[in-house]
């Protein structure tokens, strides 16, 4: 089994890498970072310098590698865009998209993926938290795609995973002690009591990359966090 991750050089995206790696899976990573890349070429088969907003470079290590088995797409901008909308930039709104969105849709164009595609949103694409109206717009726009992807590039499967509060590299534009908080606060109002691991998520892409009868569905890997 041949397996992309496109954004694999860390938290959600690497720790797939190694639960792929671990069940004997080809696991190819790119991303944008030398010094990410180089502290995980050893950990999976392959580690590529590829900046996913770059139409050539995306065109070209698509086109090297030829095909293989299964994509999955964990980009992402960080926090840009986080806030209250009227205190959000037009830029930072449209930047949120580039880092994210549009990624995703060109690899999706170049890729000849042949089993099943699986992209990454976020519970905030189904949530009301104040704040995240510019997370919304994009990881739904990005569950909205999904359906029909699914229709269009059958028999590829294609499927999402949604994350809730994730222990990521994402949190890093908070200190720690405030991450702690954070973090202590939100667990107490989820079903499952606590935070989730890069692992948890890798759990469900592992799951939807195995399972032959499922495509165009949202799995939501968030403690209970949109039903709560």
Do not use: C
Not at 13 to 25: F, P, Q, V, Y
Not at 35 to 41: G, W
Not at 91 to 102: M, S, T, V
Not at 110 to 137: D, E, L, W
């Amino acid at each position: 089994m041949r397996v992309v991750i496109m954004g694999g050089t860390s938290g959600i995206g690497l720790a797939t890498a190694e639960t792929l790696t671990a069940d004997g899976a080809e696991v190819i990573v790119t991303g944008r970072d030398v010094e990410k890349l180089a502290a995980v070429k050893d950990r999976v088969a392959g580690a590529e310098q590829v900046d996913g907003a770059s139409e050539s470079a995306v065109t070209e290590f698509f086109e090297r590698i030829g095909s293989f088995d299964h994509l999955v797409l964990t980009f992402s901008p960080g926090a840009l865009g986080l806030g209250p909308l009227a205190g959000v930039s037009l830029a930072d709104i449209k930047g949120a998209f580039d880092g994210k969105l549009f990624p995703y849709l060109f690899a999706l164009q170049k890729a000849q993926v042949t089993g099943s595609v699986t992209v990454v949103s976020a519970a905030t694409a189904r949530a009301a938290a104040p704040g995240t109206v510019t997370f919304a717009a994009v990881n739904g726009a990005i569950e909205r795609i999904v359906p029909p992807l699914a229709t269009e590039l059958s028999p590829v499967r294609v499927n999402a995973v949604a994350p809730g509060a994730i222990d990521t590299p994402w949190w890093s534009f908070l200190p720690d002690d405030a991450k702690e908080a954070q973090f202590a606060a939100a667990a107490e109002g989820l079903p499952a009591r606590r935070i989730g691991t890069p692992d948890d998520v890798a759990d469900a892409i592992r799951y939807l990359i195995g399972s032959t009868y499922v495509t165009g569905t949202i799995l939501p890997v968030d403690g209970g966090f949109t039903v709560s």
